[in-house]
């Protein structure tokens, strides 16, 4: 990877960010994750050589799931995908992003109820409400992407803990970063 830009929603998900790496932080939710990624990617003069790396938490939406992940496909998961297509037009729900079975749902709902955490568990692994936006604005650009995700609670009501289980999260990112870069 020749250059990279970090992209993580908190300033806590990036505590750990190497301070040589250049990094934004985009705010929660998908809007605030679009703008950010699409308004630093159009401050480079050159995008060639370029990967951006977004970095966050995410809840685990099925049993076992904990630790580190990079995700091959990204879900907006809270979109009216069915009825933008009745509608003639392509949502684009899913992205592929890396050659990882592991899929990331995106959405602006903080799941932490169980039958929503279920429906999602059908269709990816992880959820988060970032990754899909970043990887939009990234891909939009002609800019790869790397979508890595720590996972910090069950997607349950434990996600409601999240202010005190993001800072081992962010050790495990940083590490993952000094490796990988």
């Known amino acids: 990877m020749n250059r990279v830009l970090v992209v993580s929603a908190t300033a806590?998900?990036?505590?750990?960010?190497?301070?040589?790496?250049?990094?934004?932080?985009t705010g929660m939710g998908k809007v605030a994750a679009a703008a950010a990624t699409a308004r630093a990617l159009a401050s480079y003069d050159d995008l060639d050589g370029l990967?951006?790396?977004?970095?966050?938490?995410?809840?685990?939406?099925?049993?076992?799931?904990t630790g580190l992940f990079e995700a091959g496909a990204v879900l907006n998961h809270d979109l009216s995908a069915d009825a933008?297509?009745?509608l003639g037009h392509d949502p684009q729900e899913r992205?592929?992003?890396?050659?990882?079975?592991?899929?990331?749902a995106t959405g602006d709902v903080f799941v932490t109820d169980p039958a929503v955490r279920d429906a999602l568990a059908a269709q990816a692994h992880l959820v988060d409400m970032e990754g899909y936006a970043v990887a939009w604005a990234a891909?939009?650009?002609?800019?790869p992407v790397r979508l890595v995700k720590h996972v910090s609670d069950e997607a349950d009501e434990s996600a409601l803990d999240w202010p005190s289980t993001v800072a081992a999260?962010?050790?495990f990112l940083g590490d993952w970063l000094e490796r990988e870069l």
Do not use: F, I, M
Request: glycine content about 10%.
């Open 84 to 86: 933008v297509r009745a």
């Open 51 to 65: 990967t951006v790396v977004n970095l966050g938490t995410a809840g685990a939406l099925r049993p076992g799931l």
């Open 95 to 104: 992205l592929v992003v890396g050659k990882s079975d592991v899929v990331l």
């Open 12 to 25: 806590a998900e990036a505590a750990h960010v190497p301070p040589a790496l250049p990094l934004v932080v």
């Open 139 to 143: 891909l939009r650009a002609g800019v």
């Open 169 to 171: 999260s962010a050790r």
